[in-house]
């Protein structure tokens, strides 16, 4: 089995990312990202700051949104309309979760198509699902490229996605489709997963359930892309990140991603090249 290295190539996508930034100020359009934190959830604060570093990394300005808590709804999505008519701003991401007393479906659906960097907007994701262009999904388009640098022809292949969320199993699904695959979309109420997933070509999964892919489930020779991730603090009390796949039972499958390692430094490599794509349009 050959553990693919999300690390490596995000490194690499970022770098093709840093030369087309550079060719974007050269030709008048410094691409800008706008990142709105609403509240002070730690693990949101986190992630906005990784992704602020890394944009800060690759050349492109980004501009940060802080908002208060108890923020209203119209606030936040007087703050959208500001952004969506600034011509120094290309991406806008709005961190989730929000405060309860916002709607972030209502807020998702303000934000510009052409600027909905993570593809949540109902405009990309019917885009996806027609194969018609648009912004994908940040972690779907990180899986994908995972399986494409191990996987040629994707035609005729059995895929498995565990998990039906909109952000991940859903257009994950749709990409695997546009590739021809023949896709099966697996969820918590699904009879049977285990015989489900053997049938396998593919393997995404992205549940957020701890080893629950085990390796008597994954036929040998197939591809297995780990999307999960759940902390877990060990006996001696260190927090270690784990993936929905038992990867130590693994050894029969072709390629397997890591976590932590695999999907993971992919996502925000794939928000970078979102905004540098939506500026270049
Ligand atoms: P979600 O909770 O919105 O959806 C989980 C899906 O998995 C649901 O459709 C549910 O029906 C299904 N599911 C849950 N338990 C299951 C089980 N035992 N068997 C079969 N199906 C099951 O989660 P999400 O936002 O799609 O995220 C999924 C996982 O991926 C989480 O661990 C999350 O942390 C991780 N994630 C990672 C990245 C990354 O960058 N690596 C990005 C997004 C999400």
């Given at each position: 089995?050959?553990?693919?290295?999300?690390?490596?190539?995000?490194?690499?996508?970022?770098?093709?990312?840093?030369?087309?930034?550079?060719?974007?100020?050269?030709?008048?359009?410094?691409?800008?990202?706008?990142?709105?934190?609403?509240?002070?959830?730690?693990?949101?604060?986190?992630?906005?700051?990784?992704?602020?570093?890394?944009?800060?990394?690759?050349?492109?300005?980004?501009?940060?949104?802080?908002?208060?808590?108890?923020?209203?709804?119209?606030?936040?999505?007087?703050?959208?309309?500001?952004?969506?008519?600034?011509?120094?701003?290309?991406?806008?991401?709005?961190?989730?979760?929000?405060?309860?007393?916002?709607?972030?479906?209502?807020?998702?659906?303000?934000?510009?198509?052409?600027?909905?960097?993570?593809?949540?907007?109902?405009?990309?994701?019917?885009?996806l699902s027609t194969g018609t262009g648009g912004l994908v999904p940040c972690t779907p388009l990180g899986c994908m490229m995972l399986l494409d640098s191990v996987i040629d022809d994707y035609r005729g292949l059995a895929a498995v996605v565990i998990g039906k969320s909109n952000?991940?199993?859903?257009?994950?699904?749709?990409?695997?489709?546009?590739?021809?695959?023949?896709?099966?979309?697996?969820?918590?109420?699904?009879?049977?997963?285990?015989?489900?997933?053997?049938?396998?070509?593919?393997?995404?999964?992205?549940?957020?359930?701890?080893?629950?892919?085990?390796?008597?489930?994954?036929k040998p020779g197939a591809v297995v892309i780990d999307v999960g991730i759940t902390r877990q603090t060990d006996t001696d009390g260190r927090t270690k990140l784990v993936g929905d796949a038992a990867f130590d039972e693994m050894a029969h499958a072709r390629a397997v991603t890591?976590?932590?390692?695999?999907?993971?430094?992919?996502?925000?490599?794939?928000?970078?090249?979102?905004?540098?794509?939506?500026?270049?349009?």
């Amino acid at each position: 089995m050959t553990p693919i290295d999300g690390r490596a190539m995000a490194r690499a996508l970022s770098q093709r990312t840093a030369a087309e930034v550079a060719d974007l100020i050269a030709r008048g359009t410094p691409p800008g990202l706008a990142v709105v934190l609403v509240g002070e959830n730690p693990a949101s604060e986190v992630y906005v700051a990784r992704k602020m570093a890394e944009s800060a990394r690759v050349g492109i300005t980004s501009f940060e949104h802080r908002l208060p808590v108890e923020t209203s709804e119209a606030v936040l999505l007087a703050l959208i309309d500001m952004l969506n008519a600034d011509p120094r701003v290309h991406g806008i991401l709005v961190q989730l979760p929000l405060p309860e007393q916002i709607d972030a479906g209502r807020v998702l659906d303000a934000i510009a198509p052409g600027k909905d960097v993570d593809g949540f907007h109902p405009v990309n994701v019917g885009r996806l699902s027609t194969g018609t262009g648009g912004l994908v999904p940040c972690t779907p388009l990180g899986c994908m490229m995972l399986l494409d640098s191990v996987i040629d022809d994707y035609r005729g292949l059995a895929a498995v996605v565990i998990g039906k969320s909109n952000i991940v199993g859903k257009p994950v699904a749709m990409l695997l489709l546009e590739r021809e695959c023949t896709v099966t979309v697996t969820h918590i109420a699904t009879r049977g997963l285990p015989e489900i997933v053997c049938t396998a070509d593919i393997v995404v999964a992205a549940a957020g359930a701890p080893r629950l892919v085990r390796g008597d489930w994954v036929k040998p020779g197939a591809v297995v892309i780990d999307v999960g991730i759940t902390r877990q603090t060990d006996t001696d009390g260190r927090t270690k990140l784990v993936g929905d796949a038992a990867f130590d039972e693994m050894a029969h499958a072709r390629a397997v991603t890591p976590v932590p390692g695999g999907v993971g430094p992919m996502t925000i490599a794939c928000l970078l090249a979102n905004t540098v794509r939506a500026a270049g349009r």
